[in-house]
Nanobody
Framework: QVQLVESGGRLVQAGDSLTLSCAVS????????MGWFRQAPGNIREFVAA????????YYATSVKGRFTIFKNNEKNTVSLEMENLKPEDTAVYYC?????????????????????WGQGTQVTVSS
């Protein structure tokens, strides 16, 4: 069984930086695509960042591109999300997810439907 545990979320001020971590147990993430999603109060869960299982493809949501960086560390079996210049609109519960790579023509790791395993989430609150 694959388990994902996020950590690092807390209250910060606008403009601050914060790094979220996701520790994975049960399987080696070298075989998985990994993603970060977030859900703000009253909103649906949305894509934030993802990295392919090879590490060769990395994607970011337009709203975070240039401010957030995803890192997949196969040796430590972790994936992190470095966040800079945080804004109040970044306030959300952040979820880490693992995906067994697919092969279909519509396979897209920016879609949460692709992911088989999810963590419980960590709260990030950005005050103005």
């Amino acid at each position: 069984q694959v388990q994902l545990v996020e950590s690092g979320g807390r209250l910060v001020q606008a403009g601050d930086s914060l790094t979220l971590s996701c520790a994975v147990s049960g399987r080696a993430i070298s075989n998985y695509a990994m993603g970060w999603f977030r859900q703000a109060p009253g909103n649906i869960r949305e894509f934030v960042a993802a990295v392919s299982w090879t590490g060769g493809a990395i994607y970011y949501a337009t709203s975070v591109k240039g401010r957030f960086t995803i890192f997949k560390n196969n040796e430590k079996n972790t994936v992190s999300l470095e966040m800079e210049n945080l804004k109040p609109e970044d306030t959300a519960v952040y979820y880490c997810a693992a995906d067994i790579p697919g092969t279909g023509a519509d396979y897209d790791i920016r879609r949460e439907e692709e992911y088989e395993f999810w963590g419980q989430g960590t709260q990030v609150t950005v005050s103005s």
